[in-house]
């Protein structure tokens, strides 16, 4: 009689401990499950973002041509960088004649699209920025003003521009910024580098390049294109 007591006692704690022990796999599975749900990936969110417009310069110097023309020459690179998930669309335009500074409109300067083909693959800030200038120059190929371009989601987009100077500015230090209209907020001293973000939405953002003489203190901004989602 006590034996089988004893029996009925064991199989009750065996029953126990096999019933904890499903219980303890079953609340590690669920927090395995729970983990899992936390850890997976969130799909990115649809809506826009923004780009970003890093301005650096300049470079460049003197140019003495095979033909005997001696003038001033500098070279800004400008990086577009797409934020967004979408695709954006870029255009530049930049005027084929000549460009007057103020306060002295008898100061001018050309403003132009260095041709692809004259640039680097890759982000140089050796000398001209890696921009093959002196080829340019002797190669005959005529000045670029328009680009019309897309620029992936998430995507990079280096231009290279020229400035043509006369000789009465040699002595003085030129800075440039690409930026967005109304956000000209250091005009007419522009930085040596500069790093500006904006917003888009559904509206096309005008563009404009500010060029600086300092000293002595000339500028201009140039309406130069447009920034939208393509």
């Known amino acids: 009689m006590r034996f089988i007591a004893y029996y009925i006692i064991g199989l009750h ?75 954006i669309n870029l255009a530049l335009k930049f005027p084929p004649k000549s460009t007057w500074l103020l306060p002295d409109s008898t100061i001018e300067l050309k403003v132009f699209l260095i041709p692809e083909k004259f640039t680097p693959d890759s982000i140089k800030d050796t000398f ?31 231009v ?28 007419p001293f522009y930085p040596v580098n500069s790093v500006e973000s904006y917003d888009i939405n559904t509206n096309s953002l005008n563009l404009y390049y500010g060029i600086s003489f300092d000293p002595p203190n000339y500028y201009i901004s140039i309406p130069c294109g447009q920034i939208r989602i393509k």
């Open 160 to 187: 290279f521009i020229g400035v043509l100077y006369e000789p009465q500015l040699m002595n003085g230090i030129t800075r440039t910024k690409l930026f967005v209209e109304g956000h000209d907020n250091d005009a």
């Open 13 to 87: 704690l065996l029953t126990s401990c096999v019933q904890t022990e499903n219980k303890k796999i079953e609340i590690e599975s669920t927090l395995e499950k729970k983990t899992i749900v936390l850890t997976k990936p969130q799909k990115k969110s649809d809506s826009n973002s923004g780009f970003s417009i890093i301005n650096t310069g300049p470079k460049g110097g003197r140019y003495l041509s095979s033909n005997g023309t001696d003038f001033r020459y500098t070279v800004f690179r400008i990086q577009i960088i797409n934020d967004t998930i979408i695709p």
């Open 128 to 158: 001209n920025f890696g921009v093959r200038m002196e080829e340019f120059f002797e190669s005959g190929n005529n000045q670029q003003f328009v680009l019309d371009t897309s620029i992936p989601p998430e995507e990079p987009l280096a």
